[in-house]
């Protein structure tokens, strides 16, 4: 028994003490709060670490460049580990001790899906760089994210291979995780209302490592070309098996081929391609957020973090900190950045965005035209 | 291209790393009676640490795979000496030595996220460039069958010294009865030791077979080390030979599904048959 | 004072499954490591009830109770002959089979996509939106599973569970039928973890199958082993020690990207210290 009340007393204390420290509400003074969740550790980590650099990047420019109305901006950042159970845990934390004006996240559509309605609820902006699941279009009016749905790459994916690689066959290869569940699901319906059959379908967890298998039925099925919506990690080992097999069908793939790590990884392996929301030139910006995380990989959503982080500050700066006004603010937002155009719909969903085809040959990526 | 062929190469490359896997855990099982979680640790240990020297340090790869593959041996001592030998003194049940490797294998596998970052990360150095080989019109590349030679030699290896040697009785007996065996005149500690040497060795060869043919990532220790137990289960616990034939066994179970059915489920279907033996055999196809 | 509520709640779920799990574990020694399942199916039950079939919230928690209950007894009946590790491991395969059934099984679960939007509780007009009444209704459904659990405990039922735990070869030459308690208390055991999924579903209002994977049912194990083994106030304070600790890591500076690797190690290590100096856990009456 006394044990129990020494363990009990030791955490409430923990936790206390904690909250005390935070109460601060936000105040007409002093820096502007925004929260920030993404995976931070966990399988998903190189997404969230790589998000969280772009975010630090824009935050250093828009402080250096005089604050919003000459507030800084500060960010706290939270670990969602793309698990509900824990990026609800940080929103909850960021909106009731931190008292953020605004979080930017979740990566996963997971996370997002969790805490979005609690945020909702609580009238906390939520801008979303990376979630692509169709189903967050209904979350709430202060909800927005600036990376489209899964409905709009999956489209275009679908009718460039139909009607410019004059594909008519094709096999799937892809992750059974939301993202690429959803591609999926969108290209499959669009490819063969265009005429085209879909001849096989195989999935795999994100983390395998071994598609020799699945690969060999691809390959047994004859087909020209192969989609293949695969984070990047999986698609540089699915890739040089495929060439190990000597497959010779044509991949076509999702963003997370803009990844400068799996290009290198591929560059002797044939040419590839992938979409990419049309954008200007960003290597500046690649070897910037290399530099933060000391790592080689630059996933998507670094660049689509960046611009949320602007797209925000420049919500703040023109309508303050009030919810509704912010949401208002956001909602007729028309920006240009690393990521290209972006405006807002009624949904908060991002429209005004538009995919061109780019290829990956000999390491490196350029526009298809 | 004859598919029959390339799905039995498949199962083949796949069933050498299983077999690496199952030879280890068979040892460390055999004598102790114990599963070792933290197994899976010392594969990926092996694997760092080739990372660390071949990549990062850029030494040659001989030197680095025999530093890589000794480094996991002794933490796998280590590990021994320090958490399992006191839990071994005082007769502590199999369910505590579990949950204890457990906790090793957490621990050491958010060391090396630390350390390392998760990132997944490839030992070779150039890829593109390795060499294949067309057999009967199935594709295996060179590093594949630098994987199954090692596995079968150290299968022999194995197998040879603990059947024909004064070590390998000594071993036997300690899997026998370590009390008796102490009382013999036979130093258990000690040889148990050197089996938890030998068998983290043979796991961070694992580790680094899995790095140069697919990757590496500081989780990969648990998928390694569960087909590595599922396969000593099918092929009799304990038995050496029996790990490497239901290794293989499981790889072409494995493919053999994957082939038949959607490639989603090949999880399900390896866990469905390690069920299945639990159930109707569960001595293994070749009990000791 | 929000964010306390959301820790207590958390609590309570995990509080359920702790408590359920110990029925299993502490009480019977059946140790299991599929819980995670029944939470699932309790949870998707209850949101495909409550989405789809505009069912009250009560009444698909009834209905999750019985289907989570109704798998357990399959797996039960399948599984509980299998003695030790070998059931351990089977319970294991199980919940990697149920996972992929979870991820794959697309037209009912939505697969990977989850489930969004799932209402809360709503009770003759009063509705459980606001936290603080959810949370009310969550300490309510823990007491009701506690007030089961110490009833069972204290019972002769619970004395025969806690024999069969000690010896059960024993026991049953003594005529007791140990096949037949022990389907029953998994029942039990996962038909109240049914409790938990329903309310973790209703309160996140979003479930996806990574809630429930193999990894899940370690962590709820592992806050029974921390607690105390045949405790259930030890199952409770296990709970809260393993969720509470964690949130408040989040206040020390820990620099963000270890933050979650850290909590691993230190979880990682409490698991080999509690094994190495005190395996009945904090409040435990079983010694493993």
């Not at chain 2, 040659?60 to 796998?76: K, N, T, Y």
Request: proline fraction near 3%.
């Amino acid at each position: 028994m006394k044990n129990t009340l020494i363990a009990v007393a030791i955490v409430a204390l923990l936790i206390v003490g904690g909250a005390r420290v935070y109460t601060a509400g936000p105040s007409e003074k002093g820096p502007i709060k925004i929260g920030f969740i993404g995976p931070l550790t966990g399988d998903a980590a190189s997404f969230g670490v790589v998000a969280k650099a772009g975010v630090e990047l824009a935050i250093e420019e828009i402080n250096a460049a005089g604050g919003i109305n000459d507030r800084r901006i500060e960010a706290v950042y939270e670990d969602g580990q793309c698990s509900p159970t824990e990026a609800s845990s940080a929103a909850s934390k960021l909106m009731n001790i931190d008292k953020v004006t605004a979080i930017l996240g979740g990566t996963c559509s997971t996370e997002t899906s969790s805490f979005a309605p609690a945020a909702m609820q609580n009238k906390t902006v939520v801008l979303s760089y990376c979630s692509s699941a169709p189903s967050l279009s209904n979350t709430g009016e202060y909800f927005f994210r600036n990376y489209p749905s899964d409905l709009l790459q999956g489209k275009f994916m679908a009718e460039y291979a139909y009607n410019t690689l004059g594909a008519r066959d094709m096999y799937i290869i892809y992750h059974t995780t939301d993202w690429g569940t959803g591609l999926k699901d969108v290209f499959s319906k669009r490819f063969q209302e265009l005429g085209g059959t879909v001849v096989g379908v195989e999935g795999s967890a994100q983390e395998e490592r071994d598609y020799k298998t699945m690969l060999t039925k691809a390959k047994a099925s004859d087909a020209t070309f192969i989609y293949a919506p695969m984070y990047p990690d999986g698609s540089s080992v699915a890739m040089k098996q495929a060439k190990d097999l000597d497959l010779k069908a044509r991949f076509i793939g999702g963003d997370t081929w803009d990844d400068p790590k799996f290009q290198a990884a591929v560059a002797m392996l044939g040419t590839f391609i992938y979409p990419k929301l049309e954008s200007p030139a960003a290597d500046d910006f690649t070897k910037k957020v290399q530099a933060k995380t000391g790592m080689e990989e630059v996933v998507f959503c670094a660049a689509h973090a960046y611009d949320a982080t602007h797209i925000l500050a420049n919500a703040l700066s023109e309508a303050g900190t009030d919810p509704d006004k912010l949401a208002d603010s956001l909602r007729a937002t028309k920006y240009n950045g690393l990521i290209g155009h972006v405006e807002f719909d009624e949904h908060g969903d991002m429209k005004g965005g538009s995919y061109v085809a780019r290829k990956i040959e000999n390491g490196k990526s350029e526009v298809l035209r | 291209m004859d598919i029959a062929v390339q799905i039995t190469l498949n199962a083949i490359i796949a069933g050498a790393l299983y077999a690496l896997a199952a030879l280890g855990f068979n040892l460390v099982y055999s004598t102790t009676r114990f599963f070792d979680l933290g197994y899976g640790a010392y594969a990926a240990v092996g694997a760092y640490m080739v990372f660390w020297l071949y990549k990062g340090l850029e030494l040659s790869l001989v030197p680095s795979i025999l530093l890589g593959i000794i480094a996991a041996g002794v933490i796998g001592f280590l590990i021994e000496t320090v958490v399992y030998r006191p839990l071994r003194a005082r007769k502590a049940s199999l369910t505590v030595f579990l949950i204890a490797s457990l906790g090793v294998l957490t621990v050491i596998q958010a060391v090396i996220a630390i350390v390392f970052s998760s990132q997944f990360q490839t030992l070779s150095r150039n890829i593109g460039e390795i060499q294949t080989y067309t057999l009967w019109g199935g594709v295996i590349t060179q590093t594949q069958v630098l994987i199954l030679a090692a596995g079968l030699l150290i299968m022999t290896v194995l197998g040879f010294t603990l059947r024909y040697t004064m070590f390998g009785k000594a071993v036997r007996a300690v899997a026998d009865d370590s009390e008796v065996a102490t009382i013999v005149g036979i130093n258990s500690n000690r040889i148990i030791g050197i089996i938890f040497f030998v068998s983290s060795m043979i796991a961070g060869l694992a580790g680094i077979a899995v790095g140069f043919d697919t990757g590496i990532q500081p989780t990969m220790g648990l998928a390694l080390l569960l087909k590595g137990v599922i396969a000593a289960i099918i092929g009799g616990l304990g038995n050496v030979y029996g790990g490497v034939l239901g290794a293989f066994l499981l790889a072409a179970i494995e493919n053999a599904g994957a082939w038949q059915f959607a490639g989603e489920w090949k999880d399900a279907i390896a866990f469905a048959i390690l069920i299945l033996f639990l159930l109707y055999r569960p001595q293994g196809l070749w009990p000791k | 004072m929000e964010y306390l509520i959301h820790i207590a709640i958390l609590v309570c779920i995990y509080g359920i499954l702790g408590i359920s799990l110990n029925l299993a574990v502490g009480e019977a020694g059946l140790l299991s490591v599929m819980h995670a399942v029944f939470y699932g199916i309790g949870a998707y039950v209850a949101a495909l009830l409550m989405l789809n079939a505009e069912v009250n919230f009560f009444i698909a928690l009834l209905l999750a109770v019985v289907a989570s209950g109704f798998v357990a007894f399959i797996a039960g009946a399948i599984f509980s002959h299998l003695k030790d590790v070998y059931y351990v491991f089977a319970t294991l395969g199980f919940n990697v089979i149920a996972f992929s059934v979870f991820l794959n099984w697309d037209d009912v679960t939505r697969g990977p996509l989850g489930i969004p939007g799932i209402p809360r509780p709503e009770l003759f007009g009063f509705s459980f939106f606001d936290n603080l009444p959810f949370l009310i209704l969550s300490a309510a459904l823990l007491y009701l599973v506690y007030l089961v659990s110490t009833y069972i405990t204290s019972s002769s039922f619970g004395r025969v569970l806690n024999a069969i735990r000690e010896d059960e070869e024993m026991i049953s030459v003594f005529g007791y039928r140990t096949s037949s308690y022990k389907l029953a208390i998994l029942v039990i055991s996962g038909a109240l973890a049914g409790v938990a999924g329903a309310l973790f579903a209703s309160y996140i209002t979003f479930i996806d199958p990574s809630s429930f994977s193999v990894n899940e049912s370690i962590f709820i194990l592992a806050i029974i082993i921390l607690g105390g083994l045949g405790s259930t106030r030890g199952a409770l304070l296990g709970a809260l020690i393993l969720i509470a600790l964690p949130e408040a890591l989040r206040f020390i500076g820990f620099p963000s990207d270890v933050a979650a690797q850290m909590r691993q190690v230190v979880y990682g290590l409490l698991l080999i210290l509690l094994m190495l100096y005190r395996p009945q856990g904090m409040l435990g009456k079983f010694r493993m």
